[in-house]
């Protein structure tokens, strides 16, 4: 079993930054990637960034410039920091990894969700 704890949302005025953080714990044998995605109200879930173990990392267009992800191997954990927040920022955002539990098997996992509201 593997387990994602993703936290660090809040309330922020327009302009105005946010970390988030997510860690991952349980039967880890190897991380491939860790992302985040996010799901405004009414619109599907999209991808916002995505690291692999290389430290390779993918941006949506809407973020790039403004978000950056990173990740640290020893710790299981991948951050998201936010700058220059816009209210179409606002949504639920979600860790996600895939991970192999062992040398063969690998699933995909998703964090409970982290309120985000950009707002002035």
């Known amino acids: 079993q593997v387990q994602l704890v993703d936290s660090g949302g809040g309330l922020v005025q327009p302009g105005g930054s946010l970390s988030l953080s997510c860690a991952a714990s349980?039967?880890?044998?190897?991380?491939?990637?860790m992302g985040w995605y996010r799901q405004a109200p009414g619109k599907q879930r999209e991808l916002v960034a995505d690291?692999?173990?290389?430290?390779?990392?993918n941006y949506a267009d809407s973020v790039k410039g403004r978000f950056t992800i990173s990740r640290d191997n020893a710790m299981n954990t991948v951050y998201l920091q936010m700058n220059s927040l816009k209210p179409e920022d606002t949504a639920v955002y979600y860790c996600?990894?895939?991970?192999?539990?062992?040398?063969?098997?690998?699933?995909?996992?998703w964090g409970q969700g982290t309120q985000v509201t950009v707002s002035s």
């Open positions: 996600n990894a895939r991970i192999y539990s062992s040398t063969v098997q690998w699933d995909e996992y």
């Open positions: 349980g039967s880890i044998f190897r991380i491939i990637s």
């Open positions: 690291i692999n173990s290389g430290h390779s990392t």
